[in-house]
T-cell receptor, first 113, second 112 residues
Framework: EAGVAQSPRYKIIEKRQSVAFWCNPI?????LYWYQQILGQGPKLLIQ????????DSQLPKDRFSAERLKGVDSTLKIQPAKLEDSAVYLC???????????FGPGTRLTVL | SQELEQSPQSLIVQEGKNLTINCTSS?????LYWYKQKYGEGLIFLMM?????EEKSHEKITAKLDEKKQQSSLHITASQPSHAGIYLC????????????FGGGTRLMVKP
């Protein structure tokens, strides 16, 4: 069974630029999560989707971050414009449903200069 | 302070030694998950605990959820270099049924 796929694996941009990350969850997983992990810290939930609907986006900085999950499968997370403090690893995870364990992708490491 | 506190933050042990990592919450743990992360990689699911007093084991790793459901421990017996990495606890603190909060992680190094 294929795992959660993410791309790109690494991205370096300058502040005020835009960036987008892509996630392909495990086939059949209804729930998809985006986390931000700053170096030395645990992951912080940004947004949770159930199929193509948003369940929780309370910690998403909506003035600059946006996410969508069209057709309830793939998802994209966008930052526009990026700030220095956005430098982090962005992790995507999926689960069969909200009560099951989450499976994580390898993450995208973003560096904002 | 974080809702989930892990201790210690880092740990260096000699190969073959036993060790314990703790995860403490100020709220009831409705579900507790342990993950392992290696540098530059995603999180690998280890175990999930839901009931007070529950204990699960996988190979040389044992996790427990205390009766009051506010603390979990992860115990590694006879540590090996392959156990090195960052151990993260994640929890459902709302009772909604899914894990949304992580601790800060414990960085484990095992010296050969």
């Amino acid at each position: 069974e294929a795992g959660v796929a993410q791309s790109p694996r690494y991205k370096i941009i300058e502040k005020r630029q835009s960036v987008a990350f892509w996630c392909n969850p495990i086939s059949g997983h209804a729930t998809l999560y985006w986390y931000q992990q700053i170096l030395g810290q645990g992951p912080k939930l940004l947004i949770q989707f159930q199929n193509n609907g948003v369940v929780d986006d309370s910690q998403l900085p909506k003035d600059r971050f946006s996410a969508e999950r069209l057709k309830g499968v793939d998802s994209t997370l966008k930052i526009q414009p990026a700030k220095l403090e956005d430098s982090a690893v962005y992790l995507c995870a999926s689960s069969l449903d909200r009560q099951r364990e989450q499976f994580f992708g390898p993450g995208t490491r973003l560096t904002v200069l | 302070s974080q809702e989930l506190e892990q201790s210690p933050q880092s740990l260096i042990v000699q190969e073959g030694k036993n060790l314990t990592i703790n995860c403490t919450s100020s709220k009831t743990l409705y579900g507790l998950y342990w993950y392992k992360q290696k540098y530059g990689e995603g999180l690998i699911f280890l175990m999930m605990l839901q009931k007070g007093g529950e204990e699960k084991s996988h190979e040389k790793i044992t996790a427990k959820l205390d009766e009051k459901k506010q603390q979990s421990s992860l115990h590694i017996t006879a540590s090996q270099p392959s156990h090195a990495g960052i151990y993260l606890c994640g929890a459902d603190l709302s009772g909604a049924g899914n894990m949304l909060t992580f601790g800060g992680g414990t960085r484990l190094m095992v010296k050969p």
